[in-house]
């Protein structure tokens, strides 16, 4: 499911990172803040039982989710607004 959402943020020609390192999740969403990534795909425990993504707008301070394939047209639309 993480190597899926990586390829459909890709395929909608979004820049994209994959962090899988083994690290709590809370770290890995401390790091990408402080590297000022504007989006984080997550993508727990929860999400792979629901098949679902969460989406937070660091930018926004506010989140959504959803559908894969819905999330990642979300996100390529506000960052073509943004650009």
Same mark, same amino acid.
């Given at each position: 499911?993480?190597?899926?959402?990586?390829?459909?943020?890709?395929?909608?020609?979004?820049?994209?990172?994959?962090?899988?390192?083994?690290?709590?999740?809370?770290?890995? $969403?401390?790091? &990408?803040?402080?590297?000022?990534?504007?989006?984080?795909?997550?993508?727990? +425990?929860?999400?792979? !039982? =629901? %098949?679902?993504?969460?989406?937070?707008? $660091?930018?926004? &301070?506010?989140?959504?989710?959803?559908?894969?394939?819905?999330?990642?047209? +979300?996100?390529?639309? !506000? =960052? %073509?607004?943004?650009?």
């Amino acid at each position: 499911m993480r190597r899926r959402c990586f390829d459909a943020c890709r395929a909608e020609g979004l820049r994209t990172e994959l962090d899988d390192r083994a690290e709590k999740m809370g770290a890995k $969403i401390r790091d &990408a803040e402080l590297a000022k990534i504007p989006y984080m795909a997550i993508v727990g +425990q929860k999400e792979l !039982e =629901s %098949k679902t993504v969460s989406v937070g707008a $660091i930018k926004a &301070a506010t989140g959504f989710g959803g559908a894969l394939s819905r999330s990642w047209r +979300q996100v390529a639309a !506000e =960052s %073509k607004k943004t650009a």
